[in-house]
T-cell receptor, first 117, second 111 residues
């Protein structure tokens, strides 16, 4: 099976702009979760989508949003970018049958490295 | 709020020796404890996980132990090899089903 893919791999934006990241899960996986990875904060949970619905959300401001399509592909959007949004954004897919991403094996994509200037 | 603390943040061991990384969690209801390995420039990958109904799980040179009373779980790597050099993350679910990761341990295997 093909692994989790993310596009684009690299992005450079300026403050105030918005950005959309895309994630294609492993075939058959219905849950997609997003994480922000920074050297200082490690891996932080953004949100989880299952069957086109947001199932859970981390402690990030409303500028961070996402959605999931009927084919389980997911997008994440960050509006009004700030310098502190520079990070590696990872998505992960899982079967989604055990009740939530917190108790499912997560299969990570390669990430999108976002740089905000 | 819920927290997962991971120690040490950096660990250097001689090749062939053992490495142990420990995580503590705060929510006594947590029932799933995965460990992920992230090599430089690569994505995190699950290396082993344990559910709360067992106390230990082994997979070749890697083992995880769980102490539910003390609310901690540990990763043990025996006979370390150069390819074990990476950052290791533990994780646990929070009370509201969010996954919380430890801050990571950078493991260096010395020749």
């Amino acid at each position: 099976k093909a692994g989790v893919t993310q596009t684009p791999r690299y992005l450079i934006k300026t403050r105030g702009q918005q950005v959309t990241l895309s994630c294609s899960p492993i075939s058959g996986h219905r849950s997609v979760s997003w994480y922000q990875q920074t050297p200082g904060q490690g891996l932080q949970f953004l949100f989880e989508y299952f069957s086109e619905t947001q199932r859970n959300k981390g402690n990030f401001p409303g500028r961070f949003s996402g959605r999931q399509f009927s084919n389980s592909r997911s997008e994440m959007n960050v509006s009004t970018l700030e310098l502190g949004d520079s990070a590696l954004y990872l998505c992960a897919s899982s079967l989604g049958t055990s009740g939530g991403a917190s108790t499912d094996t997560q299969y990570f994509g390669p990430g999108t490295r976002l740089t905000v200037l | 709020g819920e927290n997962v603390e991971q120690h040490p943040s950096t660990l250097s061991v001689q090749e062939g020796d053992s490495a142990v990384i420990k995580c503590t969690y705060s929510d006594s209801a947590s029932n799933y404890f995965p460990w992920y390995k992230q090599e430089l420039g690569k994505r995190p990958q699950l290396i082993i996980d344990i559910r709360s109904n067992v106390g230990e799980k082994k997979d070749q040179r890697i083992a995880v132990t769980l102490n539910k009373t003390a609310k901690h779980f540990s990763l043990h790597i025996t006979e370390t090899q150069p390819e074990d050099s990476a950052v290791y993350f533990c994780a646990a679910p929070s009370r509201d089903d969010k996954i919380i990761f430890g801050k990571g341990t950078r493991l260096h295997i010395l020749p």
